[in-house]
């Protein structure tokens, strides 16, 4: 199973809202990924987490929480976000930090009202 | 910021021709890697190519890297219309060996 999930697919959510973007892969990868791609703009790195452990912060705002449950699971909760926060947010494995391939989910399109 | 810059921006082909996509960058890499994205969707891995390679294949995917330029190119050979996507070059590098993603070519293959 060479497959990362995320759900939801889509989510609309209002500033005051609090909502939770998950990411699963069941392929013993020890690193995971987020990241946040706006329209026809490359995708950026927000967060990694190698062996469960944050490794990686690109100085992403504290209204993004990233948090590793275990090595399957990936979640990323969203609290008082703003409209310029709205774009594709992407999860990504790896066997292990750094010189791998990393496989894509088919991403969690928001939108913040 | 962005190590990678593709060029061209954009491409139009027909169908059965050849697509090459060039990408530069600018400080040194552990390897660089190309990826597919469609439609805004998730990306899918093509291939990758080690700082001490110059060539690699792959089905009717060529890349290479010329590391004295800081280049590297894609070429798709008798290309499909399914291979209408945008194409990314990331480079690997750095103590923490980040993924760092170009711009982007956005290949358009008419039937």
């Known amino acids: 199973d060479t497959e990362v999930t995320q759900t939801p697919k889509h989510l609309v959510m209002g500033m005051t809202n609090k909502k939770s973007l998950k990411c699963e892969q069941h392929?013993?990868?020890?690193?995971m990924y987020w990241y946040k791609q706006k329209a026809k703009k490359p995708p950026e790195l927000m967060f990694v987490?190698?062996?469960?452990?944050?490794?990686i912060n690109e100085s992403v705002p504290s209204r993004f929480s990233p948090e590793c449950p275990n090595s399957s699971l990936l979640n990323l909760h969203l609290h008082a976000l703003q409209p310029e926060d709205s774009a594709l947010y992407l999860c990504?494995?790896?066997?292990?930090?750094?010189?791998?391939?990393?496989?894509f989910g088919p991403g969690t399109r928001l939108l913040v009202l | 910021s962005q190590q990678g810059e593709e060029d061209p921006q954009a491409l139009s082909i027909q169908e059965g021709e050849n697509a090459t996509m060039n990408c530069s960058y600018k400080?040194?890499?552990?390897?660089l890697q190309w990826y597919r994205q469609n439609s805004g969707r998730g990306l899918v891995h093509l291939i990758l190519?080690?700082?001490?390679?110059r060539e690699k294949h792959s089905g009717r995917l060529r890349v290479t890297l010329d590391t004295s330029k800081k280049s590297s190119s894609l070429l798709i050979t008798a290309s499909r219309a399914a291979d209408t996507a945008s194409y990314f070059c990331?480079?690997?590098?750095?103590?923490?060996?980040?993924?760092?993603f170009g711009k982007g070519t956005l290949l358009t293959v008419n039937p």
């Open positions: 190519i080690r700082s001490n390679e």
């Open positions: 990504a494995s790896s066997t292990s930090q750094g010189t791998e391939t990393q496989y």
């Open positions: 400080t040194s890499i552990n390897n």
């Open positions: 987490y190698s062996y469960e452990k944050l490794s």
């Open positions: 990331a480079t690997v590098g750095g103590s923490n060996y980040k993924l760092t």
């Open positions: 392929m013993g990868h020890r690193a």
